[in-house]
């Protein structure tokens, strides 16, 4: 059943008894159709030395505040080890945009290398390093890569403009070319916003949701905005809204995507538990079924601080779902697909 748009933009406006309604028909719609089955992916954040100065960014090339820092190979391969050992089943090797071929080059033996680990049962890799061209997309997937995450903020070209710096590098144009390329490579393709944007209506995340249908995305990472230090967004574009109203929104979002989209995967991310203790928990049970226990050595995590308390830590009452140990959890979606 396709949900028209005015119905997405009228879920996203409920609260109270509706709201608890809408996030139970989301769970419910997850577990007949991908599973009740929450997948685990080991987050490797290998590198916050990034090209870009997206304006809500706490590494954007400008922060003179962050430490730089990059992993070594054997560090990444210590991290994908460990995930493996303990049957996460995949891992998803995250960082700035570098375009040079020294980092190429470098991510893709990394990517062979983690997939020679186990052989019996090799990690399934993720990857989320930005725009890239199609050329090292392509070197990516057959070093075995298979799935890439490059979020589009908004699918706003308005809101989009107002996030980023208008400096030809930060291009919405260049970010849709980046998304259609990794489709044509043959990735499993995820993307996602922000949510509680200054300036960001109703119907702009009412639009997302379907863009992200549009698009017909595999998986989706999608979360509030959070402030980070030494960024300009709110001094530019204006305060954002208030913390609940970005976490309760995002939870809507969360659902209505499960419900617009009921095959494909969807992480509880990061950024909600900035917000809230209990923001992964709540985005599991309202249609969320991946979560990304973060294995980066302490020596990154502390520096790889895309926004303000960055909870890290995996909250063991997510262990009480049933886990999906040692499967690769594809998208459902991708798998239909692809037949
Ligand atoms: S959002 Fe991504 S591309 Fe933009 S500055 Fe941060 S790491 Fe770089």
């Known amino acids: 059943?396709?949900?028209?748009?005015?119905?997405?933009?009228?879920?996203?406006?409920?609260?109270?008894?509706?709201?608890?309604?809408?996030?139970?028909?989301?769970?419910?719609?997850?577990?007949?159709?991908?599973?009740?089955?929450?997948?685990?992916?080991?987050?490797?954040?290998?590198?916050?030395?990034?090209?870009?100065?997206?304006?809500?960014?706490?590494?954007?090339?400008?922060?003179?505040?962050?430490?730089?820092?990059?992993?070594t190979p054997d560090e990444v391969i210590a991290a994908a080890r460990y995930a493996g050992e303990r049957r996460f089943g995949s891992?998803?090797?995250?960082?700035?945009?570098?375009?040079?071929?020294?980092?190429?080059?470098?991510?893709?033996?990394?990517?062979?290398?983690?997939?020679?680990?186990?052989?019996?049962?090799?990690?399934?890799?993720?990857?989320?390093?930005?725009?890239?061209?199609?050329?090292?997309?392509?070197?990516?997937?057959?070093a075995g890569a298979h799935r890439y995450l490059l979020r589009i903020e908004s699918s706003s070209e308005r809101l989009y403009r107002s996030i980023h710096p208008d400096d030809g590098l930060h291009r919405y144009e260049e970010r849709l070319r980046a998304l259609r390329a990794l489709r044509r490579v043959g990735y499993q393709v995820g993307t996602g916003v922000m949510i509680g944007?200054?300036?960001?209506?109703?119907?702009?995340?009412?639009?997302d949701i379907v863009f992200m249908r549009d698009m017909?995305?595999?998986?989706?990472g999608m979360g509030p905005y959070v402030e980070a230090e030494g960024t300009p967004l709110v001094e530019r574009c204006g305060p954002p809204p208030e913390r609940?109203?970005?976490?309760?929104?995002?939870?809507?979002?969360?659902?209505?995507?499960r419900l617009a989209m009921p095959d494909i995967n969807i992480a509880a991310a990061t950024a909600l538990s900035?917000?809230?203790?209990?923001?992964?928990?709540?985005?599991?049970?309202?249609?969320?079924?991946?979560?990304?226990?973060?294995?980066?050595?302490?020596?990154?995590?502390?520096a790889y601080r895309l926004y303000d308390d960055k909870s890290s830590a995996i909250d063991s009452r997510l262990l009480c779902e049933r886990i999906g140990w040692g499967e690769w959890g594809d998208s459902l979606r991708f798998g239909k697909k692809n037949k």
């Open 1 to 71: 059943m396709i949900i028209d748009r005015r119905e997405i933009e009228r879920m996203l406006a409920a609260e109270g008894e509706a709201m608890q309604e809408l996030f139970a028909r989301a769970a419910a719609v997850r577990d007949e159709t991908v599973g009740p089955v929450l997948y685990l992916r080991g987050l490797i954040e290998y590198s916050n030395i990034c090209r870009k100065n997206c304006l809500y960014c706490g590494i954007r090339r400008e922060n003179r505040s962050v430490a730089r820092y990059r992993l």
């Open 244 to 257: 609940d109203y970005r976490l309760a929104m995002a939870l809507k979002m969360i659902a209505v995507l």
């Open 91 to 142: 891992v998803v090797l995250q960082g700035g945009e570098i375009t040079t071929e020294d980092h190429i080059a470098c991510i893709e033996s990394l990517v062979v290398r983690i997939k020679s680990l186990f052989p019996a049962s090799p990690l399934g890799v993720t990857l989320s390093f930005g725009e890239q061209t199609e050329a090292t997309y392509r070197r990516w997937f057959r």
């Open 274 to 302: 900035s917000l809230s203790p209990d923001g992964r928990l709540d985005a599991v049970r309202c249609g969320a079924n991946v979560v990304m226990p973060n294995l980066t050595p302490r020596r990154g995590k502390e």
């Open 197 to 207: 944007l200054p300036g960001q209506t109703l119907a702009d995340l009412a639009d």
């Open 216 to 220: 017909d995305i595999d998986m989706c």
